[in-house]
Each structure stands twice: as C-alpha cells, then as structure tokens.
C-alpha cells in the first residue's frame, strides 16, 4: 500500500508544563518564536499541534472543547459550508442593507460577525473522526471564493498549503512562498482569493499582480480578481472606485468594516469619504517590473515559464525591495508555477525554488531568496482522484470510494500515473513534459528536454526515480572518514554522520580496508584492481565573495568476479567545499587508504597532489593512462595526474560517461534498475556541458573515476615502444638454388 503525507506532528521538544500555562492565560503570540523554534499561526494565544512541512515548524491553535460536525457518525464527517441566511444574496450593498427595518437586520448581525471571526481566525471540524483546522484565508476561499466550477472542493493538499503560507505571513523573516506545483492545481484561483481578501481589510496599501507575459496577468486579473471581489457579500466588500468590471486597476473607495449595531449607528458620511486608498493592479512582465514601488502583496503567477529577455531571478532581486522598508518586511509574495524546460526559464525558477529552502538560512535567519519553498506532489491534487475527506486514493481501492466530486473513484492515482507515464516512454520529451505538469517529485518538476543533453537524458532520469525511495532506505549512508584515535598514517575508519561530507553505498570487507602495500618507501594502493578514484580539486580555500566550485570525488568499482566487490559500481560520493582545502585533501588521502584504490586527478590544479606526495602516498597517484611514462612531462612524473585542457582528453572523458550511462544507468532489456545510488551525481550529468565544463564538479570527478578504471583503452599505441626479441640465431634467404645468410 502507498504511503504519503505531506507533514508530521512534533511536539517533543515543547515543555508540557510551560504550554500548558501559557495556553490557560492564552500568551502565546502570533509570529515566530524563537524559544519553541515555530511560526505561530494561532490568534487566539494558543498553541497546539505543531506541523512539520518541508523543513518549518508551524504551530497550530489548541483544538477547542467543542469542535462543529455535520454528523455523529465519523465515516460520514466531512467538511461542510457555512450555512448562509436565505435573503442574503438579495442585499448587495451597505446602503441596502441600512434601508432594512432594525427587526430584519437583526437577524443577521451574529452571522456576520461571527463570518469576521472565521475570516480571521479560521475554523475547526470534525473529518473522519479526526478535529481539523483550516486558516481564515482558506475559510474565505472555500465559502466566499467563486471560481470557473463555482465554490471550489475542500481538498486536504490546499489545508496544508494555506497553514504554510499562513506561516509565510506570521513569520517577521520571511517575504512570502515559493510554490512549486502541478498543473490544474488552483494556485491561480487562492493566489486571487487572497489577493481580494487582504485588499478588502487593508488600508493604503497596493496589491500586485505578475505572471509569465503581461496578458497574462491581465488575464488573472479580469477573470480571477474581479470577479472574486464582485462576489463577496456586501459585509465584505469595499466600494469600489471607478467601473465595476475594471481592466487595469481595482480600487478600494469605503473602508470595509464588522457590522455590528454599534458600527452601523455610528457611520456617518466623513467616514465613507475617507475610504481605503487601496488598489489591485497588473504589470507587464520585465526585470523592473514594479520598481520603486511599495507592496502590500504580490502575486507571482507561472514565474517557472519566464523567458528571455525576462529573468525571474532578476525580476525578483527587483520586487523583493517593493517588500521591505530597510530591514523590516512590510509585504508578502505568493509565487507559484509548474517549471518549464530549464533553458525556457525552467532553470531560474529552479534556483530560486532551492535558494528558499527554510533548513538552510543564513545568519539573519533568512533564506537565500528570502522566501519559504513548498512542494507538494500531484497525487495530492489530481483531479477525478480525491475522495469526500480531501484525501487523495492512492491505491486501487477494493470497492468504489466516493469522490469529492460525487463520482465513485476505481482506480488509484498512482497507477494511473504509471500508465499515463507508461504511454510516453517512446517519447522522451513528451514523457519529460508530463512529468514537468505533474510531478511526483522536486526532480520530476526540474527534468530537462532530452536534446538539450549531452548525454542519456531517459537513462538518467530512470535512475533518478528509482533512487527516490532508495536513498530513504539506507541504501546510500552519509558519513565521516577520520584516523583512529586521530593517529595520521595510521589506520582511517568511517563513521555514520548525518552531517558528514561522504556518501558511501559499499564499504569493503574489513581484510581489505587500509591496504597499503610498501615498496622501497612508498606507499601504493593493494587494492588497485578492484577499483579507482576520480577527484576535481581545487586549490584555493576561500574566495572573496565566498564563492567557487566545490571539490569533488568519486569511487568506482571495476568489473569484479568477487562476490565482496560490486562490479563497475559507484560506491562514494563527495562534492563539499570544507573550509580549507587542505581539509579537502585529507578527506581524499582518507578515503584512498580506507579503500586501498588508486586515483587519477587533474594536475592543473596540483596542490592535491603535492599533498598526497608529501605523505608518502605518490604510488597512489596514477599517471594519465593515455601516455608511456617516457613521454610525461618532468611534473607528470613527479606527481601524477592529468591535464584537463586537452581536447582529446575532453572527449575521452565525456565519452567515459557516456558508455557508463549507457550500460550501467536506468532500465535495462530485461527491466532492472541500475545501482547508481548518488542523486547529485545524475543531476550533474543531466546538465553536463562540454563547452563549459568547469562547473560540474560531480561530472569531472565521476569521468576521472571511470576513466582511472578502464585505463587500459587509453594507452597509447602511438608511443608504444615494441622491441625485437634476439634470440642469437642466424637467418637465412631462401630464394634460388642455394641457402644465403642475411648480413
């Protein structure tokens, strides 16, 4: 049975005793708390279940005594509208609803009050047995939100993602959400609820909206914005300035109020003068799009798909000053897309995507971009697939479930997106496309056109979906090398570390870890036909704007009769930039030794290779294998190595890779899996560029490793010297009468 959530509880690390105080005095404040590590989305001053989603904690209010139900019996406990007064929809303004006698007007002044509260702070029911919450913004997408099929569905995939982006909005650090979505996923449509939602309750503020082109954008606006605003009940809704279905810009004129007996006495025509002095606009798309202006929010609709001249990550260097005011962020962005190809712009997006990710922050508590990712796969929001709870079916279920929609649901929405997968794989581009609209993972959104790849995009991308739930299963260990009892040139060992630099699929039997082979007072790897390394090194350990290539290293087996020894297999991954580079080295002379393998490095970069050197470890360092050692140059000799500025050797090394994929990577004939476990390794290769090598660390080290293993096609028939054996005998011309001897 499939398996998937797209959060967990935690609430280990709380102190009961301190919650539970400050839950009866009702302290806690909405915002991030810095003494529980969670954003705080409760304001009622209470703290309850505390959410994990993608890295942040999200703390939720307590669950009330009494939590509303449209039924006593579980299976039959779903999310249910807020029931509205049947004359309603017939007052469509303030001044309509003054007009009424008081004894009418009474009847509605609890409703609505009580639909502030809710627009506020959101609402609690029973779904299957189990108390939910859902935020005020969703309330008001779920009740007061008209979309193009009328009051959207409650689907748990949308719970999730207005509690994140709740937490976007309470948290002082952050400038709003990066969504990484699946197509049809009603991004455009909450994007829009909220965008009306906040306009109508804000003063002197400005909304924004931005997608892919300028017309687009327009189009969110006349067909999402407007009319969401034009529906929402008169208690809401602000009047508006100018004409009712607006093209470019929809103003607020009359502040929007809680009516309430007292609210409604006191109006008076000052007040409906003074009015909100907020606006809802669009931009055409560009790098300076709002520039120099001041946002209360802004929509970023499809920024996945932006295009040259337009630069998501220029636009949004650009935008991210419309939210702040020096160091205080006064505004939000709501951004969202599927990723196009990553030359068609995919590839920003992608950036952007990962510079957001809240598990890394730099010393302000700020991610890179300053926004919070959020991805959530497309099984959680595929149409036809979601039952009456907001649950997505999975599985194939044993008898029909009733859908969200009313419609019974056969089969499960994995298996369908098997099959839909399934249909394509004879087309490469159009499978990559499906998976980009509806991905199943961060990787499935990112995946690439196949002619923009060196090498075997489908191969790659085989092996990358198979590793996905491989890599959750110990199959790949993150790790630490170190010299027992801290003794160098003595014997290394390998620890688990989840915060170590290595990645370890195999580790040698203990009879072969650590052997060294001594000859005339040099050490040399004894176990160098069982496999090699391949390093990209760098020489410098800083640099001024803390930037520059990672070191990278890469072990592989080769071929291997021995049941011990996986054959032609990539067994250690490594691409760090430790603080110093002579960390560097010693993390690669460990793991020499540890593994008793040769390594074969680029020496254009030689202070890896002095290092190794200096150690004694020379007879580690392989010779470029496609030269006789009489033709190495004086420093070849010395040290080892190879050059990388050779074209010949360029290509050799791209076509390693390239066999390597081809025979080792994804599915073969017979439908199995390849053992390349190393994720950052294939995403290197997929975007290899042979022109402009020098950022894919992975890519050069992996190519060395095989290289270093099948050093054998290398050698250089050219330069072969083949010497004529003399045995001492005399030889003879045959030819004509007699025998002659040959002088």
Same mark, same amino acid.
């Given at each position: 049975?499939?398996?998937?959530?797209?959060?967990?509880?935690?609430?280990?690390?709380?102190?009961?005793?301190? $919650?539970?105080?400050?839950?009866?005095?009702?302290?806690?404040?909405?915002?991030?708390?810095?003494?529980?590590?969670?954003?705080?989305?409760?304001?009622?001053?209470?703290?309850?279940?505390?959410?994990?989603?993608?890295?942040?904690?999200?703390?939720?209010?307590?669950?009330?005594?009494?939590?509303?139900?449209?039924?006593?019996?579980?299976?039959?406990?779903?999310?249910?509208?807020?029931?509205?007064?049947?004359?309603?929809?017939?007052?469509?303004?303030?001044?309509?609803?003054?007009?009424?006698?008081?004894?009418?007007?009474?009847?509605?002044?609890?409703?609505?009050?009580?639909?502030?509260?809710?627009?506020?702070?959101?609402?609690?029911?029973?779904?299957?047995?189990?108390?939910?919450?859902?935020?005020?913004?969703?309330? $008001?997408?779920?009740?007061?939100?008209?979309?193009?099929?009328?009051?959207?569905?409650?689907?748990?995939?949308?719970?999730?993602?207005?509690?994140?982006?709740?937490?976007?909005?309470?948290?002082?650090?952050?400038?709003?959400?990066?969504?990484?979505?699946?197509?049809?996923?009603?991004?455009?449509?909450?994007?829009?609820?909220?965008?009306?939602?906040?306009?109508?309750?804000?003063?002197?503020?400005?909304?924004?909206?931005?997608?892919?082109?300028?017309?687009?954008?327009?189009?969110?606006?006349?067909?999402?914005?407007?009319?969401?605003?034009?529906?929402?009940?008169?208690?809401?809704?602000?009047?508006?300035?100018?004409?009712?279905?607006?093209?470019?810009?929809?103003?607020?004129?009359?502040?929007?109020?809680?009516?309430?007996?007292?609210?409604?006495?006191?109006?008076?025509?000052?007040?409906?003068?003074?009015?909100?002095?907020?606006?809802?606009?669009?931009?055409?798309?560009?790098?300076?799009?709002?520039?120099?202006?001041?946002?209360?929010?802004?929509?970023?609709?499809?920024?996945?798909?932006?295009?040259?001249?337009?630069? =998501?990550?220029?636009?949004?260097?650009?935008?991210?000053?419309?939210?702040?005011?020096?160091?205080?962020?006064?505004?939000?962005?709501?951004?969202?897309?599927?990723?196009?190809?990553?030359?068609?712009?995919?590839?920003?997006?992608?950036?952007?995507?990962?510079?957001?990710?809240?598990?890394?922050?730099?010393?302000?508590?700020?991610?890179?971009?300053?926004?919070?990712?959020?991805?959530?796969?497309?099984?959680?929001?595929?149409?036809?697939?979601?039952?009456?709870?907001?649950?997505?079916?999975?599985?194939?279920?044993?008898?029909?479930?009733?859908?969200?929609?009313?419609?019974?649901?056969?089969?499960? $929405?994995?298996?369908?997106?098997?099959?839909?997968?399934?249909?394509?794989?004879?087309?490469?581009?159009?499978?990559?496309?499906?998976?980009?609209?509806?991905?199943?993972?961060?990787?499935?959104?990112?995946?690439?056109?196949?002619?923009?790849?060196?090498?075997?995009?489908?191969?790659?991308?085989?092996?990358?979906?198979?590793?996905?739930?491989?890599?959750?299963?110990?199959?790949?260990?993150?790790?630490?090398?170190?010299?027992?009892?801290?003794?160098?040139?003595?014997?290394?060992?390998?620890?688990?570390?989840?915060?170590?630099?290595?990645?370890?699929?195999?580790?040698?039997?203990?009879?072969?870890?650590?052997?060294?082979?001594?000859?005339?007072?040099?050490?040399?790897?004894?176990?160098?036909?069982?496999?090699?390394?391949?390093?990209?090194?760098?020489?410098?350990?800083?640099?001024?704007?803390?930037?520059?290539?990672?070191?990278?290293?890469?072990?592989?087996?080769?071929?291997?009769?021995?049941?011990?020894?996986?054959?032609?297999?990539?067994?250690?991954?490594?691409?760090?930039?430790?603080?110093?580079?002579?960390?560097?080295?010693?993390?690669?002379?460990?793991?020499?030794?540890?593994?008793?393998?040769?390594?074969?490095?680029?020496?254009?970069?030689?202070?890896?290779?002095?290092?190794?050197?200096?150690?004694?470890?020379?007879?580690?360092?392989?010779?470029?294998?496609?030269?006789?050692?009489?033709?190495?140059?004086?420093?070849?000799?010395?040290?080892?190595?190879?050059?990388?500025?050779?074209?010949? =050797?360029?290509?050799?090394?791209?076509?390693?890779?390239?066999?390597?994929?081809?025979?080792?990577?994804?599915?073969?004939?017979?439908?199995?899996?390849?053992?390349?476990?190393?994720?950052?390794?294939?995403?290197?290769?997929?975007?290899?560029?042979?022109?402009?090598?020098?950022?894919?660390?992975?890519? =050069?080290?992996?190519?060395?490793?095989?290289?270093?293993?099948?050093?054998?096609?290398?050698?250089?028939?050219?330069?072969?010297?083949?010497?004529?054996?003399?045995?001492?005998?005399?030889?003879?011309?045959?030819?004509?009468?007699?025998?002659?001897?040959?002088?």
């Amino acid at each position: 049975m499939y398996k998937q959530t797209l959060y967990s509880v935690t609430r280990e690390h709380l102190d009961k005793k301190y $919650v539970q105080k400050m839950n009866k005095s009702k302290s806690f404040k909405y915002g991030f708390n810095i003494d529980l590590d969670c954003v705080i989305i409760s304001k009622d001053g209470t703290l309850g279940d505390i959410y994990l989603i993608q890295g942040l904690r999200v703390g939720l209010p307590a669950t009330p005594k009494k939590v509303q139900s449209n039924s006593n019996k579980p299976e039959e406990q779903v999310y249910t509208r807020t029931q509205k007064p049947e004359t309603l929809d017939k007052i469509k303004t303030l001044n309509d609803f003054k007009k009424y006698p008081d004894n009418i007007k009474e009847k509605y002044y609890e409703y609505i009050s009580s639909e502030y509260n809710k627009r506020s702070d959101g609402e609690w029911f029973m779904c299957n047995g189990e108390s939910q919450y859902i935020t005020g913004a969703h309330y $008001v997408y779920l009740n007061w939100t008209k979309i193009d099929v009328g009051l959207p569905d409650f689907r748990q995939a949308n719970r999730i993602l207005y509690l994140f982006w709740e937490a976007c909005c309470a948290d002082a650090r952050s400038y709003g959400m990066c969504y990484l979505k699946n197509r049809r996923s009603g991004f455009s449509f909450m994007a829009s609820s909220e965008t009306v939602n906040q306009a109508t309750i804000s003063r002197d503020s400005r909304f924004g909206i931005l997608s892919k082109s300028g017309a687009d954008a327009k189009k969110m606006f006349t067909d999402k914005v407007v009319p969401i605003s034009s529906n929402y009940p008169f208690f809401f809704k602000p009047t508006q300035d100018g004409m009712e279905r607006p093209k470019t810009e929809l103003s607020y004129k009359v502040p929007s109020r809680r009516l309430t007996r007292k609210s409604i006495k006191e109006t008076n025509e000052e007040d409906d003068q003074k009015g909100l002095d907020t606006t809802i606009d669009w931009k055409n798309t560009g790098d300076n799009s709002y520039d120099g202006e001041k946002l209360r929010l802004l929509v970023h609709d499809e920024s996945g798909k932006w295009e040259r001249p337009d630069n =998501i990550l220029n636009n949004w260097r650009v935008t991210k000053t419309c939210l702040r005011l020096g160091a205080k962020i006064v505004g939000k962005c709501m951004m969202g897309s599927t990723s196009n190809a990553l030359k068609k712009g995919g590839g920003n997006f992608k950036k952007l995507y990962y510079d957001s990710d809240v598990r890394k922050r730099n010393r302000n508590g700020q991610t890179a971009s300053g926004l919070y990712s959020l991805f959530i796969p497309m099984e959680w929001n595929f149409e036809g697939f979601i039952d009456v709870y907001g649950f997505p079916v999975f599985d194939n279920p044993e008898k029909p479930v009733k859908g969200i929609d009313g419609e019974l649901i056969y089969s499960g $929405v994995i298996e369908h997106w098997e099959n839909e997968a399934d249909g394509l794989r004879d087309n490469n581009d159009g499978l990559n496309e499906y998976y980009r609209q509806f991905p199943r993972s961060e990787k499935h959104a990112f995946r690439d056109e196949i002619a923009k790849s060196l090498f075997n995009l489908n191969k790659i991308y085989e092996q990358t979906d198979f590793n996905e739930d491989l890599t959750k299963s110990g199959y790949v260990t993150t790790g630490s090398f170190h010299w027992k009892n801290g003794v160098k040139d003595s014997e290394v060992q390998f620890s688990p570390n989840p915060n170590g630099r290595f990645r370890v699929s195999w580790l040698p039997p203990l009879n072969m870890q650590n052997n060294v082979i001594m000859k005339n007072g040099i050490k040399y790897p004894g176990n160098k036909d069982l496999g090699a390394f391949g390093c990209d090194s760098y020489d410098i350990s800083g640099t001024v704007d803390g930037s520059g290539s990672n070191g990278a290293l890469h072990g592989l087996t080769a071929f291997s009769m021995l049941a011990s020894v996986p054959s032609s297999q990539f067994f250690l991954e490594y691409i760090a930039r430790p603080q110093t580079a002579e960390i560097f080295f010693e993390d690669v002379l460990m793991s020499m030794i540890f593994y008793g393998m040769p390594i074969l490095a680029e020496n254009n970069k030689p202070r890896l290779l002095y290092h190794i050197k200096r150690r004694g470890y020379r007879g580690y360092s392989m010779n470029r294998p496609d030269k006789v050692r009489s033709k190495l140059s004086v420093t070849e000799k010395e040290l080892g190595g190879i050059p990388n500025s050779s074209e010949d =050797i360029k290509q050799a090394h791209a076509a390693a890779i390239e066999s390597y994929i081809e025979d080792h990577v994804g599915l073969n004939e017979n439908g199995d899996c390849g053992k390349m476990y190393f994720q950052r390794t294939l995403e290197d290769w997929a975007g290899f560029d042979i022109n402009n090598r020098t950022k894919f660390d992975a890519s =050069i080290s992996s190519g060395l490793a095989i290289m270093a293993c099948q050093r054998h096609l290398y050698a250089s028939k050219g330069t072969r010297e083949v010497k004529k054996l003399d045995f001492g005998f005399s030889r003879y011309n045959n030819s004509g009468q007699s025998s002659k001897i040959i002088q």
